[in-house]
């Protein structure tokens, strides 16, 4: 399984906005759930959110519920994660992450995992 993920949007300040998109190549994208992930600097990996196969159903961390958006277009393989209301605590390695079952939040439930992507809000 391989992931191509990307920032768009540049560099941001406190309020603004990013999406981080990930597409996935190397299985049947819409059997797994997608799952998105972010660690801060000397910090340990924390779940942001997750979307279901079809994507009818989504999760989210609290700290994120109500700013971010998960999505994903099964015929294009991909995934994306909206950024809204960005705040400095939002900078982190965002990971995107592949599982069986939804949802699941524990780091060591996930199947597969994608290179991280650096997010930086300025204040």
């Known amino acids: 399984l391989r992931f191509s993920c990307s920032v768009w949007g540049g560099l941001v300040q406190t309020g603004g906005s990013l999406r981080l998109s990930c597409a996935v190549s190397?299985?049947?994208?819409?059997?797994?759930?997608i799952n998105w992930f972010r660690q801060a600097p000397g910090k340990e990996r924390l779940f942001v959110a997750a979307?279901?196969?079809?994507?009818?159903?989504?999760y989210y961390a609290g700290s994120v519920k109500g700013r971010f958006t998960i999505s994903r277009d099964n015929a294009n393989n991909t995934v994306y994660l909206q950024m809204d209301s960005l705040k400095p605590e939002d900078t982190a390695v965002y990971f995107c992450?592949?599982?069986?079952?939804?949802?699941?939040?524990?780091?060591?439930?996930?199947?597969?995992w994608g290179k991280g992507t650096q997010v930086t809000v300025s204040s």
């Open positions: 992450a592949a599982s069986v079952y939804y949802p699941l939040t524990r780091v060591s439930s996930m199947n597969y």
């Open positions: 190397g299985v049947t994208f819409s059997s797994y759930v």
């Open positions: 979307i279901n196969r079809s994507g009818g159903s989504t």
